[in-house]
Nanobody, 126 residues
């Protein structure tokens, strides 16, 4: 059974940085694209960033491009989301998600990810 788990959330001031981590266990990690999504109160879940199985291809939402960086370390079965220059509008629960085996490329569609973590809260105050 696949398990996805996030860590690293917290409360910061606007302009600060925060790093999230995500681990996937239960199946081979190396060949699976991973993504980060977020959901603010009263809003739908939205795409943040995604990375291919090799790490060679990445995708970002326009709202975070240039501020957030997604990366992965397959040896550690971990995906990272480095968030810089945080804004109050980045406040949300951040979810890590994994695509199923056989998919080599990331997608910004939530329906493309069958496995999700429980989420970690990120709060940015002004």
């Amino acid at each position: 059974q696949v398990q996805v788990s996030e860590s690293g959330g917290g409360s910061v001031q606007a302009g600060d940085s925060l790093s999230l981590s995500c681990t996937r266990s239960g199946r081979a990690f190396r060949g699976v694209p991973m993504g980060w999504f977020r959901q603010a109160p009263g809003k739908e879940r939205e795409f943040v960033a995604a990375i291919s199985w090799s790490g060679g291809s990445t995708m970002y939402a326009d709202s975070v491009k240039g501020r957030f960086t997604i990366s992965r370390d397959n040896a550690k079965n971990t995906v990272y989301l480095q968030m810089n220059s945080l804004k109050p509008e980045d406040t949300a629960v951040y979810y890590c998600a994994a695509r199923s085996s056989g998919n080599y490329y990331p997608t910004d569609e939530p329906t493309g990810y069958p496995d999700w973590g429980q989420g970690t809260q990120v709060t940015v105050s002004s």
